[in-house]
């Protein structure tokens, strides 16, 4: 199928010289939730404000449901909803004018049921009479959805959504992204919070340094850099490992009563069993044992350390 966003080749050198990105490749899937992923300054922002037409791209190609965002701006922004980094709303107006006002901006003829449903939607129907000013922090971002959603666009852009928010708010507008992607809208949102990548997404980009640096679905990536470690805490405390022992390239921890074992989920034998007769063979104890696997946030800081 025909990606409903696709970038090629695209640069951007900002007016001070600086590049912000450098030769991004990514094509977007029609209905899915895309994760961009990456630290302060990796060029998120930027990437977004491109394919959105707030910022020129310095070479490259960007095409939006098959339009060209250049040759073809007001029909391929007008299937991009975005909500910005940044929130500003009008804070005197009412959510109702607001959020109508916003789809006028496109040029749509009123459609007071489209309004209603993306309030009702998002929670905030009985509040569409109320001042932006009077609402709490977690609603004015749902007001910022609703506005953005206002001229019923196939393709939602958060940026950001959960920064600075709390642990509750963030709940909440998952809950809200999926039903989004259950209406058949397309996300893309970027976050430097890898648990809500983790979440959330359908795939992940990684991006730093202006480079996409992994693309990836989700459950693919979790699998291919997913390790597991298996972690024996030992009787007796260990100077040295015998050289039988090398093979499996275990980690004696610095107090020596610790011996890590860091293997592949996916590969057919894992060598715990040999391991541990090998263990008994050389007349190493252990009391307990425990695993753990690695998370995404270990395979992200992974990856922007070797990628630095
Ligand atoms: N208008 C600008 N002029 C010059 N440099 C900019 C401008 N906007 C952003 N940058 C720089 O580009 C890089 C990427 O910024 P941004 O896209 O905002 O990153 P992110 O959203 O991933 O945090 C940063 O180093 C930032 O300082
Ligand atoms: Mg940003």
Request: charged share 25%; glycine share 8%; aromatic share 6%.
């Given at each position: 199928?025909?990606p409903?966003?696709?970038?090629?080749?695209?640069?951007?050198?900002?007016?001070?010289?600086?590049?912000?990105?450098?030769?991004?490749?990514?094509?977007?899937?029609?209905?899915?939730?895309?994760?961009?992923?990456?630290?302060?300054?990796?060029?998120?922002?930027?990437?977004?404000?491109i394919?959105?037409?707030?910022?020129?791209?310095?070479?490259?190609?960007?095409?939006?449901?098959?339009?060209?965002?250049?040759?073809d701006?007001?029909?391929?922004?007008?299937?991009?909803?975005?909500?910005?980094?940044?929130?500003?709303?009008?804070?005197?107006?009412?959510?109702?004018?607001?959020?109508?006002?916003?789809?006028?901006?496109?040029?749509?003829?009123k459609?007071?049921?489209?309004?209603?449903?993306?309030?009702?939607?998002?929670?905030?129907?009985?509040?569409?009479?109320?001042?932006?000013?009077?609402?709490?922090?977690?609603?004015?971002r749902?007001?910022?959805?609703?506005?953005?959603?206002?001229?019923?666009?196939?393709?939602?852009?958060?940026?950001?959504?959960?920064?600075?928010?709390?642990?509750?708010?963030?709940?909440?507008?998952?809950?809200?992204?999926?039903?989004?992607?259950?209406?058949?809208?397309?996300?893309?949102?970027?976050?430097?919070?890898?648990?809500?990548?983790?979440?959330?997404?359908?795939?992940?980009?990684?991006?730093?340094?202006?480079?996409?640096?992994?693309?990836?679905?989700?459950?693919?990536?979790?699998?291919?850099l997913?390790?597991?470690?298996?972690?024996?805490?030992?009787?007796?405390?260990?100077?040295?490992?015998?050289a039988?022992?090398?093979?499996?390239?275990?980690?004696?921890?610095?107090?020596?009563?610790?011996?890590?074992?860091?293997?592949?989920?996916?590969?057919?034998?894992?060598?715990?069993?040999?391991?541990?007769?090998?263990l008994?063979?050389?007349?190493?104890?252990?009391?307990?044992l425990?695993?753990?696997?690695?998370?995404?946030?270990?395979?992200?800081?992974?990856?922007?350390?070797?990628?630095?």
């Open positions: 199928m025909q409903i966003i696709s970038v090629s080749n695209l640069t951007k050198t900002y007016a001070s010289g600086f590049k912000a990105l450098n030769g991004i490749n990514l094509d977007i899937q029609r209905g899915e939730i895309f994760a961009l992923l990456g630290p302060n300054g990796a060029g998120k922002t930027t990437l977004i404000s394919i959105c037409g707030i910022a020129n791209l310095s070479a490259g190609k960007v095409e939006v449901g098959g339009h060209d965002i250049n040759a701006y007001r029909v391929a922004r007008s299937l991009i909803g975005l909500v910005p980094q940044e929130l500003h709303t009008d804070a005197f107006e009412s959510v109702w004018a607001t959020v109508s006002f916003s789809r006028g901006l496109f040029g749509k003829p459609n007071p049921a489209h309004i209603e449903k993306v309030l009702k939607d998002l929670s905030l129907w009985d509040k569409k009479d109320n001042k932006i000013i009077t609402l709490s922090g977690g609603m004015k749902r007001v910022m959805i609703a506005k953005a959603l206002s001229h019923e666009p196939q393709i939602l852009f958060l940026d950001e959504p959960t920064a600075g928010v709390d642990v509750e708010l963030r709940k909440g507008m998952w809950e809200v992204v999926r039903q989004l992607r259950e209406n058949g809208v397309t996300v893309i949102l970027t976050t430097h919070y890898i648990e809500e990548a983790e979440e959330m997404a359908d795939r992940i980009g990684v991006i730093n340094k202006g480079e996409i640096i992994l693309v990836e679905e989700k459950a693919k990536l979790m699998q291919k997913g390790r597991k470690q298996l972690k024996l805490h030992l009787q007796g405390r260990l100077d040295t490992l015998p039988t022992l090398a093979p499996y390239h275990l980690e004696l921890t610095e107090d020596g009563k610790e011996l890590i074992y860091t293997y592949d989920t996916q590969s057919e034998r894992t060598g715990i069993t040999t391991l541990l007769s090998d008994r063979d050389a007349d190493i104890r252990f009391k307990d425990s695993t753990t696997q690695s998370s995404l946030e270990e395979i992200f800081v992974n990856l922007v350390r070797t990628g630095a």
